[in-house]
């Protein structure tokens, strides 16, 4: 339960930073349109571009990222690609435990007028 609340709780403050960092006065609204009709790579930047200009500051720049999304359906083979922007991925920690055979202790002393060069 920690690790999902730690999550949540950086997620909120890079959130509100953001928010408050804002590159420009007003957010614009920005209208979402449909990008059947482009190729993968343009709808990839649109889609981009769109974010930025909503959320335009150096927490943009420095933790958001573009995630795409491939479904296909089952039935009519129809398959949708999207492109989400993210701020993280949340990757499982590994519960298994590594036990450790041997340690090794090497001692680490520096002699009278020893300098770094």
């Known amino acids: 339960m920690g690790q999902q609340d730690s999550h949540e709780c ?21 209208e979402m349109s449909e990008l059947e009709n482009r190729s993968i790579d343009e709808a990839a930047v649109e889609t ?9 500051s150096i927490i943009t720049d420095l933790f958001h990222g573009q995630f795409k999304s491939v479904v296909k359906c089952s039935r009519c083979d129809r398959v949708s690609i999207t492109f989400d922007p993210m701020m993280s991925l949340l990757l499982p920690i590994p519960a298994g435990q590594k036990t450790i055979k041997t340690i090794y202790y090497i001692p680490y002393e520096l002699k009278d007028g020893y300098t770094n060069r």
């Open 10 to 30: 950086i997620n909120s403050i890079l959130d509100l930073l953001g928010e408050d960092l804002y590159r420009h006065g007003k957010k614009p609204f920005v």
């Open 48 to 56: 981009w571009n769109r974010h930025l200009h909503r959320n335009e």
